[in-house]
Nanobody, 116 residues
């Protein structure tokens, strides 16, 4: 089983930056992708970005492309989401997700609030 722990959320002013972290533990050998999703109040959960475990190939939602960067640290089994030029509409609970041979796993979520 894979276990995901997110950290790094918080309150930031518009135009500011935050970096989220997601550390994977357990049966990580079966992971194929890791990614970030977010859910704002009253809205459905939406895709943000993902990274392929084998070659670090990345994908982004159009709403965050050019502002967010997903990356990974192999030694720490950790995926990061660097978020720059944050906007109030980026406010949401951000969830880490991984796709592995044993299924999809979600983290507990971390709150990001962009407000002046």
């Amino acid at each position: 089983q894979v276990h995901l722990v997110e950290s790094g959320g918080g309150l930031v002013q518009p135009g500011g930056s935050l970096r989220l972290s997601c550390e994977a533990s357990g049966s990580i050998f079966g992971i194929s992708w890791m990614g970030w999703y977010r859910q704002a109040p009253g809205k459905e959960r939406e895709y943000v970005a993902s990274i392929r475990w084998s070659d670090s190939s990345t994908n982004y939602a159009s709403s965050v492309k050019g502002r967010f960067t997903i990356s990974r640290d192999n030694a720490k089994n950790t995926v990061y989401l660097q978020m720059n030029s944050l906007k109030p509409e980026d406010t949401a609970v951000y969830y880490c997700n991984c796709a592995s041979t044993i299924g999809s796993v979600w983290g507990q979520g971390t709150q990001v609030t962009v407000s002046s």
